[in-house]
């Protein structure tokens, strides 16, 4: 029997149904990476009981002929999903010790569908962070090296770090993320792997800690597309409980997975040509459009005019929006509260957002704040969801001459943890690529390209027309089988 | 300097977030740098175009006006740092 902890999501799906091994071996052996790996950082909370109870009952119900879609498969949940009696952070110590009394709709239809918990994944604070730097709970390390002899530990992207380091480790065969810049994708290329974020809607927010609520979308972060086709399904759907929610069959992206792209043309926007792009990143891409003119696609270049206004748009956008969804915490209903001897109320709110919030968490607020404040709320805020609709637009009329966009994931290979945190706007930069299908709500996935010169990877970015995230998990699947990506970390921890 | 400290200090208060006099003074160019960057979008001309309200067009759903939860008192009070006779308590408030 080959090593359990290595096969993909489809894989142990299939061994599990054809016999070749029980759901509670899978288990046990991702219980022990996940134990043995603890130096990664990459869980807040680990929990093996609930990854076994989960086996147990995929067991039994294979006994009884009685499958569920992920009976036998165990995953990370990162820690933005509200679960059911196990602490919920956002990464912050304002909710250190939140025990949710529900469950998020996204994690309850996973475990509905037969899916285990290996625990709860680490993250950037509130999701706010492309390095998985301002977790209160520490850094993730990425299990990737330079292969330049030296050992700078890496950053594992974020804001869904955890969730990135994990997979790349097998730690997990699969994990969700949300995204709200580009947190499911940029980590996802960090460490190797892919990961979808679907088109706004498709998933429930109900339960997931909320950041920006025009932006936020949960999604699959794998190591194939198929498996993130198979995890999408079964997270994807209408939910009465979100008003956003898309009330749209879910329709079956596995069975359709197709690699040929005949018939299919793919724009190259040329606004994505950034200054100052690194030659690898450019050579990736043009890697990735000879491997997708060898599926049959047809490659155009198409304009995206507005694109240079998506970074600034989206840091106006989300902060506000962060401001408004962050002022629930006050020190009343959950989570931390600071009262200093003789607090009014109004002292006791400054006093437990001080102590609860991280820097880059009171940043975000407070530009939020600043954007919305009587006075500027025009200059800013109306301003920023104005050139949102010229950006949307940009998609629009790329999207009549063209069914798909590629492009990189990121500016860059993952980079050292402390490298970029003493500037807030370096860091910002990182999302160049990822922001605009976020202000757009397009879905749009991270696949593997290849190496850099120092041996880590790079990803490409495809993204597709609302609703289609069949034509980007093909897309996908052809880069996929084309790129033939199998480099994987040396095992150091 | 668009925003100077009395500023970050007004921002800070209406986000009820206590800041010290020297993280004040830490945030002030902070601020400006990211202020300042995001300032560029005035250069757009968006004569004639509508703030977006939905990426993806949908409309909000209406439906029979009923009680649908309820009686969870307990649950909702379990995460609450200080709660009393099944309420949240909280600092006294009247002055």
């Known amino acids: 029997m080959s090593n359990l902890t290595d096969l993909t999501v489809a894989q142990i799906r299939d061994g599990f149904r054809a016999g070749d091994f029980t759901a509670r071996e899978v288990a046990e052996g991702f219980n022990a990476n996940v134990a043995a790996a603890k130096v990664l950082n990459a869980f807040i909370v680990e929990t093996p009981d609930h990854a076994l109870a989960a086996a147990d009952a995929a067991d039994k119900a294979r006994g009884e002929g009685d499958l569920l879609p992920l009976s036998g498969v165990p995953i990370g949940m990162k820690d933005l999903f509200c679960t059911a009696g196990v602490q919920t952070t956002a990464a912050s110590h304002m909710l250190e010790g939140f025990t949710p009394t529900y469950e998020s709709t996204v994690s309850g239809k996973l475990w509905a569908a037969g899916a285990g918990m290996l625990g709860k994944l680490n993250l950037d604070q509130f999701a706010m962070g492309s390095s998985n730097e301002t977790s209160f709970f520490g850094n993730v390390i990425s299990p990737w090296k330079r292969n330049d002899g030296g050992n700078a530990a890496l950053a594992p992207g974020g804001s869904s770090g955890g969730s990135a380091s994990a997979i790349s480790a097998r730690l997990c065969p699969a994990a969700t993320g949300t995204d709200t810049g580009g947190s499911i994708r940029q980590p996802a290329a960090f460490v190797g792997i892919s990961g979808i974020k679907p088109t706004y809607g498709r998933c429930s927010r109900w339960g997931v800690v909320a950041f920006a609520s025009s932006l936020d979308q949960a999604g699959p972060m794998a190591r ?11 997270m994807a759907g209408f939910d009465p409980k979100d008003s956003t929610s898309l009330d749209l069959p879910v329709p079956n992206w596995e069975t359709a997975l197709s690699s040929d792209l005949r018939g299919k043309k793919v724009g190259i926007p040329k606004e994505y040509r950034v200054d100052g792009m690194p030659a690898e990143i450019e050579a990736l891409w043009e890697k ?51 009262l200093p001897d003789g607090a009014n109320l109004q002292d006791m ?30 200059a800013y805020y109306t301003q920023a969801q104005k050139v949102r609709t010229l950006i949307a637009r940009d998609f629009d009329r790329a999207f009549e001459s063209c069914d798909l966009l590629l492009t990189p994931t990121a500016p860059s290979a993952a980079f050292a943890l402390g490298e970029k945190q003493a500037d807030p706007l370096a860091m910002y930069l990182n999302d160049v690529f990822t922001v605009p299908a976020s202000l757009a709500g397009l879905p749009a996935m991270s696949v593997p390209g290849g190496l850099d010169s120092q041996g880590l990877p790079l990803g490409l970015q495809i993204i597709g027309k609302a609703l289609d995230e069949q034509g980007v998990l093909n ?19 | 300097m668009a925003i100077d400290l009395q500023t970050v200090k007004k921002i800070a208060s209406l986000a009820r977030i206590s800041v010290t006099d020297g993280e004040a003074e830490a945030l002030v160019p902070e601020l400006n740098n990211i202020i300042g960057w995001v300032e560029q979008l005035g250069e757009v001309d968006v ?12 409309t909000l759903r209406l439906r029979d006006d009923v009680v649908t939860d309820g009686n969870v008192r307990d649950k909702v009070l379990a995460n609450a740092p200080q709660a009393e006779h099944g309420f949240f308590a909280v600092p006294k408030v009247i002055e």
């Open chain 1, 224 to 234: 194939t597309i198929r498996d993130n086709a198979i995890l999408l399904e079964s």
């Open chain 1, 288 to 338: 990735g459009i000879a491997l997708l003119k060898d599926a049959g696609a047809e490659v155009v270049e198409v304009s995206l005019p507005h694109t240079r206004y998506a970074l600034p748009t989206y840091y106006i956008i989300a902060p506000a929006e962060a401001s408004s969804n962050l002022a629930r915490y006050d020190g009343v209903r959950y989570g931390l509260r600071d």
């Open chain 1, 349 to 378: 709110y400054a006093a437990t957002r001080a102590a609860g919030f991280g820097p880059e968490v009171k940043r975000r607020i407070m530009i939020g704040t600043y954007v919305l404040s009587a006075g500027f709320y025009d």
């Open chain 1, 475 to 493: 897309a996908g699947l052809a880069i996929e089988e084309r790129a033939g990506f199998s480099a994987r970390p040396d095992q150091w921890w």
């Open chain 2, 47 to 58: 004569t004639g175009v509508e703030p977006m309200t939905a990426v993806i067009p949908n």
